[in-house]
């Protein structure tokens, strides 16, 4: 143990030198907040030159108008196309916004590369690219019938005089096409679109890619007037009153001001704050001299800032024992996703050794510490400048409207923002120390949506296919259950639902033919939390002394009945009535049950009661049950959802993609276990340092992230998180953290339910929160309001992207161009949260737009489900046996 506690403190000790080391040779890259409030004020200065009428033309900031003059107000309809050029890849869309009093729309897209003959080619090439690919797009969708008016996203800057026409000012990024700049783009793109006769496309509004996220946000949040890119390069706008925009005629209302704040410090304002390796990046670079503030920003730049680091400590004999790799010497070879992978929290340093070593580096663990560090210095004053920039334009929204305190919305979008482990905290940290007077909200565009939702297909497939199965975090679980009820299902079942701190035992009488119908009679049974978390021998003799209680009560205790046991924690199936507990969830840790099959735990506890026998025919999970008695009423339901205490979904799948199972034909439902979706790390770039509080005080640190993030029984204690921050910074509580805000449970979701209802006004809303030993103002109830909505609204948004995964899936099995298909639903989330289903509904239209869905309500799914279940196992063996 001695050596043990000697190794600990050993590498401790190296990681601090090593950390120090690098601290010190890199401090002109480490910016203190005096430092970042400098750069706020110099970035509010240029801001005012880019405005003015007589120094815009010097100005480096250039607050290009926009000419979008409002926000949408939801009366927006129509079918649109849009096209986005500006990174790595070009994009199609198709847009319908739908005039139903709920704000929906559906996106259909289709992603195109940008080759380097393009992106560096000639002006005609890539407008003719451009129109290429939306033939394509169109012709995949069926569209070249309809007449429809394009939005063209033109992520560089432009000068514009109207909506639907921008001069090119100068290429940024890795563009650098011939005979564009100075030239109208809008005119170019309309002149290749005349090449395709067979296509009728009005070209009606020209935008910055910032613009888009802001008014894709401010569709959802109506509070959202600013709009960051943080991704290949970087930009922001935002909306300015146009009494101070000079370049435009008039005095009343807003315009949107796209900043092109990349090329902040290219008049020489930043040069102090640049090092010796953004001069050597900037002269390599396809623009030396231009857009130098997005070059120390940008993620085309950040790999190969780290790399020139490297290069020159190992030149100097800090790293590598002095030995310089042609890896090492080769611009380009440290790319943007190496750096996010060394610095991620648990794999970083292995990740950071693999890395190294490919480069031919051959590093000790004292390189590896000291490379990490070097990129965390890197991305955090990226974060820390993208900070101070986004903080004097929040401070100016706020001087323009003349308040002392300012609650707004940023929409955000970019691929560093959502994918680096650390940026998005980081950022948000700094901009709320930076600008203390304002409550800023980060919305993510729903492109972030459309990641989650390509994130849980990638991990649906791997949980399928053998050779990757056993690494998937989303299990996808063969349950054996391989039909729905047909109707034909009949006679007396008793049912067992254990899944909550309840647990209930039921008979469930089914009949057939013209009188089919279902009765069912029930009893509940507390668990106490001591047999929880007591020893799983002691656990399953008080499920069987429940069960004794009700067939006692039930007067049926001699006769031996079929039984379905809805067991709603992941199990390893290798029949119908076999399961193998692969984890406790949901607060529950009897000891000697993981890795056991608890069909046997049941029998060897109704044989040591010795009072009656049952005839166990089904294990089954909560959503299987779910899915079977909407199944019942619907036969077109082949998924099931549960989204209350915890959260999980099942569907029906083809046997020929389950390669975990032997056999080709027929169905299979599988129970996906998608609490799990995230436990490796892959989904850490939407996760905040509230989800990984409550992550590290839970029963099972690490494991079922997901879930922690979209079910009821995590909702309230993230809730309570934020508003602990929130006192901390003197926001709330007039700054005093009371006893009661630092229980943990002490804010269940349920009151996230009454705080967000409709119909509570702010004074009810405070007395909740007196209840709960929180003295507030009324100012108090509308920020905890506001915290509750979002926090519910993230996770039901999340959980529609999940199971816009599952429906996706099934329409391509299905290999139909519409899908029409029923969720079968239970949860108290669900069914009792003022806005969590509507919000959810919308999530998966939005996302799947291919896809009509229906949502059912589940009768008991956990009692009359397992019933169902076994009924129809019972039918399909006689069937077998005949």
């Known amino acids: 143990m001695f050596a043990v506690h000697l190794l600990a403190f050993h590498f401790t000790k190296l990681k601090e030198?090593?950390?120090?080391?690098?601290?010190?040779?890199?401090?002109?890259?480490?910016?203190?907040?005096?430092?970042?409030?400098?750069?706020?004020?110099?970035?509010?200065?240029?801001?005012?030159?880019?405005?003015?009428?007589d120094t815009n033309s010097t100005a480096a900031v250039k607050m290009l108008p926009s000419f979008v003059r409002s926000l949408p107000d939801g009366s927006e309809k129509g079918e649109f196309l849009a096209v986005d050029l500006g990174g790595s890849l070009f994009r199609a869309h198709q847009v319908k916004v739908f005039d139903d009093g709920k704000q929906s729309s559906q996106l259909e897209s289709k992603f195109y590369p940008t080759p380097k003959q393009v992106t560096q080619g000639n002006g005609p090439e890539l407008?003719?690219?451009?129109?290429?690919?939306?033939?394509?797009?169109m012709e995949t969708k069926n569209l070249k019938h309809k007449k429809l008016p394009l939005g063209f996203t033109f992520s560089f800057p432009c000068k514009q005089t109207k909506l639907e026409e921008g001069v090119l000012l100068a290429w940024t990024k890795h563009f650098k096409v011939r005979g564009v700049q100075d030239t109208d783009v809008v005119t170019s793109l309309r002149k290749a679109l005349q090449k395709h006769k067979d296509i009728d496309v009005d070209v009606l509004a020209l935008v910055n890619d910032t613009v888009g996220t802001?008014?894709?946000?401010?569709?959802?949040?109506?509070?959202?007037?600013?709009?960051?890119?943080?991704?290949?390069?970087?930009?922001a706008c935002y909306m300015e009153e146009m009494r101070h925009i000079d370049l435009v005629e008039g005095d009343e209302g807003r315009m949107c001001i796209n900043t092109e704040w990349g090329a902040f410090g290219d008049d020489g304002a930043l040069d102090d704050l640049r090092t010796e390796f953004d001069r050597e990046l900037d002269l390599g670079s396809l623009n030396p001299g231009k857009q130098l503030f997005e070059k120390m920003i940008g993620s085309l730049y950040l790999g190969e800032l780290v790399r020139l680091i490297l290069l020159k400590m190992t030149k100097e004999g800090l790293l590598f024992n002095g030995k310089v790799s042609t890896a090492l010497l080769t611009k380009g070879k440290i790319e943007m996703k190496h750096v996010s992978a060394m610095e991620k929290h648990k794999e970083g340093l292995s990740n950071t050794k693999e890395i190294l070593t490919e480069l031919n580096l051959f590093p000790s663990e004292e390189d590896c510490i000291a490379v990490q560090h070097v990129c965390t210095i890197v991305s955090f004053r990226s974060a820390n400048l993208c900070a101070a920039a986004l903080a004097a334009i929040l401070t100016r929204l706020r001087e323009n409207k003349k308040l002392l305190r300012m609650r707004t919305t940023v929409g955000i979008d970019g691929?560093?923002?959502?994918?680096?482990?650390?940026?998005?905290?980081?950022?948000?940290?700094?901009?709320?120390r930076l600008v203390p007077t304002c409550d800023v909200r980060f919305l993510l565009s729903l492109g972030t949506l459309r990641e989650v939702r390509n994130k849980m297909r990638t991990e649906l497939e791997y949980g399928l296919k053998r050779e990757t199965q056993a690494n998937a975090t989303v299990k996808m679980l063969p349950t054996y259950v391989c039909g729905t009820p047909d109707?034909?299902?009949?006679?007396?079942?008793?049912?067992?639902?254990?899944?909550?701190?309840?647990?209930?035992?039921?008979?469930?009488?089914?009949?057939?033919?013209?009188?089919?119908?279902?009765?069912?009679?029930?009893?509940?049974?507390?668990?106490?939390?001591?047999?929880?978390?007591?020893?799983?021998?002691e656990l399953f003799d008080h499920i069987v002394q429940c069960i004794a209680d009700f067939l006692e009560y039930m007067g049926i205790k001699g006769a031996r009945l079929?039984?379905?046991?809805?067991?709603?924690?992941?199990?390893?199936?290798?029949?119908?009535?076999?399961?193998?507990?692969?984890?406790?969830?949901?607060?529950?840790?009897?000891?000697d049950c993981e890795g056991e099959d608890v069909v046997d735990m049941l029998r060897e506890a109704i044989r040591r009661r010795n009072e009656f026998d049952l005839d166990i025919v089904a294990v089954v999970n909560d959503t299987v049950g779910t899915m079977m008695t909407c199944g019942y009423e619907d036969p077109n339901c082949e998924i099931g959802l549960i989204a209350g205490t915890g959260s999980n979904v099942c569907y029906m799948e083809d046997m020929k993609n389950i390669e975990i199972v032997e056999g080709n034909e027929g169905k299979m439902c599988i129970n996906t276990e998608w609490g799990a979706f995230g436990d490796n790390g892959c989904i850490d770039n939407i996760r905040t340092k509230y989800d990984k509080e409550v992550d590290e005080g839970s029963l099972n640190p690490g494991k079922q992230r997901y879930e922690k993030m979209t079910s009821g029984m995590y909702l309230g204690e993230i809730v309570r998180q934020i508003l602990i921050d929130l006192t901390k910074q003197g926001l709330l509580f007039r700054g005093h953290i009371s006893e009661s805000l630092m229980k943990r449970g002490i804010f269940e979701t349920k009151f996230l339910s009454q705080i967000e209802s409709d119909r509570l006004a702010l004074l009810q809303v405070r007395r909740i929160l007196q209840q709960l030993g929180l003295d507030s103002t009324c100012e108090d109830s509308i920020i905890v309001k506001e915290v509750c909505g979002v926090v519910s609204q993230r996770a039901a948004q999340l959980c529609g992207a999940g199971l816009a995964a599952i429906v996706e899936k099934k329409r391509e099995n299905r290999g139909v161009e519409r899908l029409q298909i029923t969720v079968g639903?239970?949860?108290?989330?669900?069914?009792?949260?003022p806005h969590f289903s509507r919000v959810l509904q919308e999530t998966v239209k939005e996302l799947a737009p291919q896809c009509d869905v229906t949502f059912m309500l589940s009768e008991d799914g956990s009692g009359k489900g397992a019933a169902l279940i076994t009924a129809v196992a019972k039918r399909l063996h006689n069937v077998g046996q005949k």
Request: proline share 3%; with cysteine.
């Open 17 to 53: 030198d090593q950390i120090k080391k690098v601290d010190r040779y890199l401090y002109p890259l480490r910016l203190s907040d005096d430092v970042l409030l400098d750069v706020m004020a110099r970035f509010q200065a240029e801001m005012v030159k880019g405005l003015g009428r």
């Open 127 to 137: 407008f003719d690219y451009i129109a290429d690919c939306l033939l394509d797009f």
């Open 214 to 235: 802001m008014m894709t946000c401010g569709y959802d949040d109506e509070r959202c007037e600013v709009g960051v890119i943080i991704g290949t390069g970087t930009n």
């Open 415 to 432: 691929g560093l923002y959502k994918n680096h482990p650390q940026y998005a905290k980081r950022l948000h940290k700094v901009v709320r």
């Open 487 to 537: 109707g034909t299902e009949k006679g007396k079942f008793l049912a067992l639902d254990l899944g909550g701190t309840n647990f209930r035992v039921l008979l469930v009488k089914i009949k057939s033919g013209r009188r089919r119908s279902v009765q069912m009679y029930n009893k509940i049974f507390a668990i106490p939390l001591e047999i929880m978390q007591g020893t799983g021998e």
């Open 562 to 591: 079929p039984l379905g046991f809805t067991f709603s924690f992941p199990c390893r199936q290798a029949s119908i009535d076999k399961g193998t507990l692969v984890g406790w969830t949901k607060g529950f840790k009897a000891t």
């Open 825 to 833: 639903v239970d949860g108290t989330l669900y069914k009792l949260h």
